[in-house]
């Protein structure tokens, strides 16, 4: 692809496409505004209808209370209890008179109403004169679908015993209130109303759907939505009828258990939205399209310089550093043509001092060779010691030699790797990882470097400090780092002195570990140089060790360096930071 191509590329990459994004970005969030317009309108409409409702049940509820608690009520059931055919005619009379006139009041709200002793025989009936209502108790299936049936229990004078139940077929025109129903948001807007209890649908704009069970409406022919979605007190939901997109509103009541859901339409209102989508991307497709067109003239114009100076590196790449630079140019293309073309004298210059250094490839053959002539007798002190431990298995050598013979043996494999690490200092290393703990690492080596230290009347402080300390890397290469500097440390003091080792926790994510020593310290000079490779402060020094120490904790992710020298000036101190394991650094 070329440079114009990619240029158009990442112009409908990072201009069109955000533009567009940005309108359809846009777009959504327009209709979600609108949806959550729509939500807040129905559900207004549905809270309204929800608590015109149960005024009218209460209203139906306190009726019946009436029904069942007045004195006539209760002198008819007393006479029922006597067994007393002159009493029973008497509060008969008295029912007669007084229930029939609360009949005429509120009998346009109920079908029925039916008073029943406390086996549930009906002792008397409203309107008067009626007939058998229907089915007992149990047997509700049986009643008429367009009346509600509800049942009261009847207490005697005291209100502490049930004598009977008030048996109620409520009207259910009575209950649902019309013309709340009625209101509508939008011209597609209608209300619901859903009976949970006998699982039927009792009002929807469409007859069809009337006194249909709720899987009709709820179910995937129609609605499909979760029915127990239903049982919560109020919420909203979408749905699709008739690729028409609804939103609803609902609000659930206990008593009597029915929904009210009022929905309106998003399709209605959405058309102006759609219109200015539509309206906005055009816009964006025409902008972006002059755009498109002016910027590729520009490019085009601009790029010359550039194709010849891509053709000067090319030449460059095959080798030849005489290449044909283009025509001075103005801009940044001209400061870019004269960059490169400082860019290649230096590179003639480099390429002249690489020349002149190849003879650091001697040192490089060197090491192979002296690795090689380490290797052989390391390899021959490894068997020979090893043929010890085995004596010392089997009983022929006494158990206290077991120990030097197994650091021995650890020893050689460290110098093994030294050897290896020698060879490997310029190219990338493989590292064992294992969780281990840092003052484990410092103990190992300073057992390793007892016996020196005694020698030397060296003493040792340490003070770990860092919890947690668990880090995750190659325990013998970082043994290996820590060390060389306990024995840098060492040898700084040959008259004795103090060694000190200081681990620390104060990162939130890091362990620092500090070794210091009494010696005569570093000048200004040495600690600018003290990690680079072969360069050494002692007279028989290779100068690998710091480098190495240094390449080690870097691959474990940490980082080594040599702290400010004290006023006195005497003594060095190294610092070593390596990350902790995720987990312990959690706790």
């Known amino acids: 692809m070329s440079l114009r191509a990619r240029f158009l590329a990442l112009f409908a990459v990072f201009a069109v496409l955000p533009l567009i994004a940005i309108g359809v970005f846009g777009y959504v969030y327009s209709m979600r505004a609108l949806e959550a317009l729509i939500a807040a309108e129905v559900d207004e409409i549905a809270t309204r209808s929800a608590e015109q409702l149960q005024q009218r049940y209460q209203l139906r509820e306190s009726e019946l209370l009436l029904l069942a608690q007045n004195t006539e009520t209760q002198q008819l059931f007393r006479a029922l209890a006597s067994d007393d055919a002159d009493a029973w005619e008497t509060a008969l009379g008295s029912a007669d008179a007084y229930l029939g006139q609360a009949w005429e009041v509120m009998g346009a709200n109920y079908a029925w109403v039916d008073f029943r002793d406390g086996a549930g025989v009906s002792v008397y009936r409203l309107p008067p004169g009626s007939g058998s209502p229907g089915a007992l108790e149990g047997e509700r299936d049986a009643y008429p679908s367009n009346v509600m049936v509800v049942e009261r229990p009847i207490f005697d004078a005291t209100g502490s015993t049930e004598v009977g139940a008030l048996v109620a077929a409520v009207d259910q025109a009575a209950l649902l209130p019309y013309d709340e129903l009625a209101v509508r948001f939008g011209a597609t807007g209608y209300s619901t109303v859903l009976d949970r209890a006998r699982n039927t649908v009792l009002h929807h704009h469409s007859h069809a759907y009337r006194d249909q069970s709720l899987s009709t409406l709820l179910g995937p022919q129609g609605w499909n939505i979760d029915p ?49 989508r539509n309206r906005t991307l055009m816009l964006v497709f025409i902008v972006a399209a002059a755009i498109a067109v002016a910027f590729t003239w520009m490019t085009r114009r601009e790029t010359r310089s550039l194709v010849a100076l891509t053709a000067a590196a090319d030449q460059v790449g095959a080798g030849d550093f005489t290449p044909q630079l283009p025509e001075a140019a103005s801009g940044e293309v001209g400061r870019l043509s004269d960059a490169f073309e400082l860019m290649v004298e230096k590179l003639r210059e480099t390429l002249r001092q690489i020349e002149e ?91 390793l470097m007892q016996a020196q230290l005694n020698q030397q009347r060296i003493d040792v402080e340490v003070d770990y400090r860092a919890e947690p300390d668990v880090v995750v890397g190659d325990a013998e290469e970082l043994k290996a780092a820590f060390l060389n500097l306990l024995l840098n440390g060492a040898e700084a003091m040959p008259n004795g002195g103090m060694l000190r080792i200081t681990t620390d926790g104060r990162q939130p994510d890091r362990v620092e570990v500090r070794v210091a020593d009494d010696g005569p310290g570093l000048s200004s000079d040495a600690r600018q140089e003290i990690f680079r490779p072969f360069f050494s402060t002692k007279e028989k020094g290779t100068g690998l060790g710091l480098s190495l120490a240094l390449r080690t904790v870097e691959e474990h992710g940490g980082a080594m360096s040599v702290a400010e020298p004290t006023r006195s000036g005497r003594g060095a101190e190294f610092v070593v930071t390596l990350p902790l394991e995720s987990e312990g650094r959690g706790s």
């Open 228 to 276: 127990g979605l239903m049982e919560r007190e109020r919420g909203t939901f979408t749905y699709e009828e008739q690729d028409t997109t609804r939103v609803a509103a609902f609000t659930s009541l206990t008593e009597p258990p029915w929904t009210v859901i009022a929905s309106g339409s998003l399709n209605e209102f959405s058309a102006p939205f759609t219109q200015m």
């Open 357 to 447: 250094s190849r003879q650091m490839a001697v040192v490089g053959e060197f090491a192979s060779q002296v690795s090689h002539e380490i290797r052989n007798p390391l390899t021959s002190l490894k068997l020979n010691l090893q043929s010890l431990e085995r004596d010392v298995r089997d009983g022929r050598i006494p158990d206290e030699s077991a120990r030097p013979i197994e650091i021995a043996l650890r020893e050689i494999e460290r110098l093994e790797r030294v050897v290896s690490g020698v060879l490997s200092l310029g190219r990338p290393r493989s590292t064992a990882r294992e969780a281990r703990s840092v003052h484990a690492i410092l103990d190992d080596a300073l057992e």
